[in-house]
């Protein structure tokens, strides 16, 4: 079981780095743009797409990451004035709360990507992009965190401390 849970993780990392990395060829993209722009060339008419898809796409890949070490938006405030039973449960109730919102968008993010799959929808920007890739990305992403926040629930159930709560 170890064995997994390290393999997961360093899945879980894997993408976290991947999307800082995404992020950094946003940066490089648009700095290309505007010295492009700003020098009279031409920039390649799929700069502007690349960045639409790659903002979505490098969230997606870092969201995972972040739930499971608890860097994702917390109330702390009420976590403090609770004592510590009590803290417990809320963060169980928010984690499968949590969990369940992320499952549901995953599953609605789902039928959405089958359907523009089904009709051949495609974004019409600088270059045409079918519709489906853009709900792939959200059905994984959100997928994964709703891993991400169920395993929290059950380890927390199991007895034993989230690393994250160690934290």
């Not at 920039?43 to 898809?53: D, G, K, N, R, Y």
């Not at 739930?67 to 004592?83: C, K, P, T």
Request: hydrophobic share 60%; charged share 15%; with cysteine.
């Amino acid at each position: 079981m170890q064995y997994l849970d390290r393999l997961w993780t360093s899945f879980d990392k894997s993408l976290f780095v991947a999307g800082a990395m995404v992020l950094v060829m946003i940066v490089l993209a648009t700095v290309w743009d505007v010295v492009a722009r700003s020098t009279a060339l031409h920039a390649p008419i799929w700069l502007s797409t690349f960045v639409e898809f790659a903002l979505p796409l490098s969230t997606m890949m870092a969201a995972p990451y972040l739930v499971r070490a608890r860097g994702h938006v917390a109330m702390e405030l009420i976590d403090a004035a609770l004592g510590d039973p009590a803290r417990r449960n809320l963060i169980r109730l928010t984690d499968l709360a949590a969990g369940l919102v992320c499952l549901l968008i995953a599953y609605y993010a789902a039928l959405g990507g089958l359907d523009a799959f089904n009709r051949r929808e495609m974004l019409v920007l600088a270059i045409d992009v079918p519709r489906w890739i853009l709900f792939s990305v959200l059905t994984i992403g959100f997928a994964l965190c709703a891993v991400e926040f169920l395993r929290h629930l059950v380890i927390s159930l199991g007895g034993g401390a989230s690393e994250a709560e160690e934290l």
